[in-house]
């Protein structure tokens, strides 16, 4: 390492002293001390050290979220390729994650952007392995289960009309109907859906959506436990839920089938991403592709979120991402996702008064549509209370639930906002 310390101070002193010849004539001396120079206004270094402290800070943010990945384990699918991303678009200098200009081809990270992200096909395969994955058994085996699913989309509408509150409040804030609507989508703690309604009507919050939405999947964990204890008690906490009944075959077959129908006649807008879902899923169910079903779940969706992580890491580039409108996005989604999480708990302790067989409060926490994580995260709050009690089924419910009505309602607001 001592050979970098010397060609380190070195340059310095170029820099201190660029006027500085040696020798006879001192022409070779200067040329010499201008290549140094050059080499070391393109370091790193040289790049902090010249105002470019907040990509810095940006490269610790990175590190942040691998931290969080790998020792929190927080999703980490997600935020180790977006936090490496993340490092990569904030190196000086490099035009990893910068457009083409001049002579200078795009980094490789803008092309994934734009090829994946900007185009929405990465969210709609995402959506097809998603559906490889998903048993959409226990909604089935208790179908009121889809309504706190249903409520926990709450908070999208909740923070589409906060959105336009702030545009109309701060004059350094300006979003349109498009733009709350698709700051809105943040709610459903789904990410393929945020970017795929993100770029049909606010593609200039691409970025910054993308990582709010992703941002918040990956931090279920820390998120919604204080607010589902601070809305239930222990002993609602503690209720177990009758075992579910089996389901048949049959019933797994037609259910992707009649939920595309139905999407078709009543909200078109939303058939690529429930119809991608629903195409996945029946390859699972229907027992004759099992090569498709195990391609779409496992090769094709780990390529493709390890592609969409970068991609959406390249967005948190300091001079597109510290900014006022990135930071209401932030403060926004959040706001979504709890009212969506609170919405979901709510309806459970509404039902219960209504129906005869109890539920769980806390698997209504699950009808945002980060899944598995959000069904995990109720299974292990009800445990703390009793810990016979495994919910992770009953929750899964609720949770599948929210996929699809996260996809429905990107639909919906297609088509309220003409962007369809």
Not at 134 to 153: E, I, R, S
Not at 369 to 396: C, D, F, T, W
């Amino acid at each position: 390492m001592k050979w970098v310390g010397v060609l380190l101070v070195a340059a310095l002193v170029m820099v201190l002293m660029p006027g500085v010849a040696y020798g006879a004539d001192g022409g070779e001396a200067a040329d010499s001390g201008s290549k140094l120079l050059r080499l070391w206004e393109s370091t790193g270094l040289f790049g902090f050290f010249n105002g470019w402290w907040q990509q810095g800070m940006m490269i610790l943010i990175g590190i942040l979220l691998i931290y969080l990945g790998i020792a929190k384990k927080f999703e980490p699918l997600l935020l180790i390729p977006i936090g490496f991303g993340c490092i990569l678009a904030n190196i000086p200098y490099a035009g990893i994650a910068e457009p083409a200009s001049g002579d200078q081809a795009a980094g490789f990270l803008y092309m994934i952007f734009d090829v994946g992200i900007t185009t929405g096909i990465f969210p709609l395969l995402i959506f097809m392995g998603v559906g490889a994955m998903t048993d959409f058994g226990p909604l089935l085996a208790n179908p009121k289960t889809a309504l706190l699913g249903a409520a926990a989309q709450l908070g999208i509408f909740t923070t589409l009309i906060g959105a336009l509150w702030l545009s109309g409040t701060f004059a350094s804030i300006d979003f349109s109907i498009q733009d709350a609507s698709a700051i809105g989508i943040i709610g459903g703690a789904d990410g393929p859906t945020a970017i795929f309604l993100a770029g049909k009507l606010a593609p200039d919050l691409l970025g910054a959506i993308a990582v709010a939405a992703y941002s918040y999947m990956a931090l279920v964990p820390i998120i919604q436990p204080p607010i589902m204890r601070l809305l239930t008690t222990k002993a609602e906490r503690a209720i177990v839920m009758k075992q579910l009944r089996p389901v048949r075959q049959i019933e797994k077959i037609v259910f992707p089938l009649s939920v595309l129908l139905l999407c078709v006649l009543l909200l078109p807008s939303a058939t690529p991403l429930v119809g991608m879902l629903m195409l996945g899923n029946l390859f699972k169910e229907c027992g004759v592709v099992e090569r498709l079903s195990k391609t779409a779940a496992n090769e094709l969706i780990n390529i493709v979120t390890i592609l969409l992580g970068l991609g959406v890491g390249s967005k948190l580039a300091a001079d597109k991402f510290l900014q006022a409108e990135t930071l209401g996005i932030l403060i926004l989604g959040l706001v979504a996702f709890s009212i969506g999480t609170a919405s979901g708990v709510l309806l459970a302790k509404l039902m219960n008064v209504i129906c005869k067989d109890k539920i769980n409060p806390l698997i209504g926490s699950a009808g945002v549509s980060a899944v598995p994580m959000a069904a995990r995260v109720s299974n292990k709050v009800g445990m703390e209370a009793n810990s016979q009690n495994y919910l992770l089924m009953h929750a899964m419910g609720p949770n599948v639930a929210g996929v699809i009505g996260s996809a429905v309602a990107a639909g919906v607001l297609l088509a309220l906002t003409g962007g369809g």
